[in-house]
């Protein structure tokens, strides 16, 4: 019988090593390692791995999961609960779409659909470089600029549809998000 080396086994090609940990592991392992593991640290687990990286991997649920002593199914059922988490990486740049009432009664869902045929992708969806994202956004209580979007944090307002088709053609084409919507005196910092 073959003795099997400390930290490894015998495969065709002889004795193999443990894997090694890669530094992103280490790194998640670092974010949560003064987490105590019951759940009450869960979404605090959550929360840093968003706010680190932007999204909550499959390999941070796995380290979450190991240092809270509970299982990857109970980590993904509250990563994917959650509307906050995301389980992809964000888009490079993310547009959102006021859904709140000023925004609908002045024609938001034309420029929301405007938005998405020019970009090919519904609320919630990212384009396939995953350079845009578009997602729904709650009344940010600057209805004075209504019917807006926000490209990244900046408010762009006093919309129509054909504004928005002109907004959404430029950042596909691959105009500086920052300066997208500028030409608008909407599409000041709100």
Same mark, same amino acid.
């Given at each position: &019988?073959?003795? *099997?080396?400390?930290? +490894?086994?015998?495969?065709?090609?002889?004795?193999? !090593? &443990? @894997?090694?940990?890669?530094?992103? %592991?280490?790194?998640?392992?670092?974010?949560? =390692?003064?987490?105590?593991?019951?759940? %009450?640290?869960?979404?605090?687990?959550?929360?840093?791995?968003?706010?680190?990286?932007?999204?909550?991997?499959?390999?941070? &649920?796995?380290?979450?999961?190991?240092?809270?002593?509970?299982?990857?199914?109970? *980590?993904?059922?509250?990563? %994917?609960?959650?509307?906050?988490?995301?389980?992809? @990486? @964000? !888009?490079?740049?993310?547009?959102?779409?006021?859904? +709140?009432p000023a925004c609908r009664l002045k024609n938001g869902t034309g420029v929301r659909d405007a938005m998405q045929a020019v970009l090919g992708v519904g609320l919630g969806a990212q384009? !396939?470089?995953?350079?845009?994202?578009?997602?729904?956004?709650?009344?940010?209580?600057?209805?004075?600029?209504?019917?807006?979007?926000?490209?990244?944090?900046?408010?762009?307002?006093?919309?129509?549809?054909?504004?928005? *088709?002109?907004?959404?053609?430029?950042?596909?084409?691959? =105009?500086?998000?920052?300066?997208?919507?500028?030409?608008?005196?909407?599409?000041?910092? +709100?």
């Open positions: &019988m073959a003795r *099997v080396p400390p930290g +490894g086994t015998h495969g065709e090609d002889g004795p193999r !090593a &443990m @894997p090694l940990e890669t530094e992103v %592991t280490a790194e998640l392992r670092a974010l949560v =390692a003064d987490l105590r593991p019951d759940h %009450t640290d869960l979404l605090e687990a959550l929360h840093r791995m968003q706010h680190r990286y932007g999204y909550v991997s499959a390999e941070a &649920m796995r380290v979450v999961a190991e240092q809270l002593r509970v299982s990857v199914a109970h *980590v993904y059922g509250a990563t %994917t609960y959650y509307s906050d988490f995301r389980v992809t @990486p @964000p !888009a490079a740049c993310t547009v959102t779409w006021c859904s +709140g384009t !396939a470089d995953g350079r845009i994202g578009l997602a729904l956004g709650q009344c940010n209580g600057s209805c004075e600029q209504a019917p807006q979007i926000w490209i990244g944090e900046r408010v762009v307002g006093q919309l129509t549809a054909a504004r928005a *088709v002109s907004i959404a053609r430029a950042l596909r084409d691959g =105009a500086d998000p920052a300066a997208v919507g500028l030409d608008h005196p909407g599409g000041r910092d +709100g």
